[in-house]
């Protein structure tokens, strides 16, 4: 009995495996670990890269007078180029004016390139207001408006414990006021005329 006792105690104090079987249970864990930082990191990127492209298409349209119809959907091929790596991307060009008068805002026009997003209307601009800042009358800003799509390329949830990055899409609302002129306007929109 002294001999099952004593070759027990050896084993119990033998740790020449202890390297090889700590290494399988962290190797997993660390693996995992660089994973989910690569992936968090692409998420702020891609966050940064789609307000970047936002702020560019907002201040190339500050520039503008009037727009033309070709111009406003080539904006959506400068979104695309901008944010590359991205499935799908979506843009919104809506030009407003303050009415003093009547306490509200008048539609110029509203236009998203290829029909992805619904043009905005005059009953809906009004829901906007708490988001676009204090105009005086007459004065109108230009609201750019993206939804950018971001797809993990790997799956960071741990069996059900933690959700990990799901696909998720990216808004940004982006008001500017034009630089040089009063307004901008979409050629041969009725609202621009007078």
């Given at each position: 009995?002294?001999?099952?006792?004593?070759?027990?105690?050896?084993?119990?104090?033998?740790?020449s495996?202890?390297l090889?079987?700590?290494?399988?249970?962290?190797?997993?864990?660390?693996?995992?670990?660089?994973?989910?930082?690569?992936?968090?990191?692409?998420?702020?990127?891609?966050?940064?890269?789609?307000?970047?492209?936002?702020?560019?298409?907002?201040?190339?349209?500050?520039?503008?007078?009037?727009?033309?119809?070709?111009?406003?959907?080539g904006?959506?091929?400068?979104?695309?180029?901008?944010?590359?790596?991205?499935?799908?991307?979506?843009?919104?060009?809506?030009?407003?004016?303050y009415n003093?008068?009547?306490?509200?805002?008048?539609?110029?026009?509203?236009?998203?390139?290829?029909?992805?997003?619904?043009?905005?209307?005059q009953t809906?601009?009004?829901?906007?207001?708490?988001?676009?800042?204090?105009?005086?009358?007459?004065?109108?800003?230009?609201?750019?408006?993206?939804?950018v799509?971001?797809?993990?390329?790997?799956?960071?949830?741990?069996?059900?414990?933690?959700?990990?990055?799901?696909?998720?899409?990216?808004?940004?609302?982006?008001?500017?006021?034009?630089?040089?002129?009063?307004?901008?306007?979409?050629?041969?929109?009725?609202?621009?005329?007078?």
């Amino acid at each position: 009995m002294t001999r099952l006792r004593n070759s027990i105690r050896a084993f119990a104090r033998d740790e020449s495996g202890a390297l090889l079987a700590e290494a399988l249970i962290l190797l997993p864990m660390l693996i995992w670990g660089f994973i989910a930082l690569v992936v968090y990191w692409d998420v702020f990127r891609t966050i940064n890269v789609s307000q970047k492209a936002a702020y560019s298409i907002s201040d190339l349209l500050s520039r503008q007078g009037v727009v033309n119809t070709q111009f406003v959907d080539g904006l959506s091929n400068v979104l695309q180029f901008l944010t590359p790596g991205v499935p799908d991307s979506r843009l919104r060009i809506t030009s407003i004016e303050y009415n003093a008068r009547d306490d509200r805002y008048e539609l110029l026009f509203s236009r998203s390139p290829g029909g992805k997003v619904p043009a905005h209307t005059q009953t809906t601009i009004q829901t906007l207001r708490p988001r676009i800042p204090v105009l005086a009358d007459l004065e109108s800003v230009i609201i750019v408006e993206t939804w950018v799509d971001y797809r993990p390329r790997f799956d960071t949830g741990v069996l059900n414990f933690t959700p990990g990055v799901s696909d998720q899409t990216f808004t940004q609302f982006i008001v500017t006021r034009p630089r040089n002129w009063r307004r901008i306007c979409l050629q041969g929109a009725p609202a621009c005329t007078s």
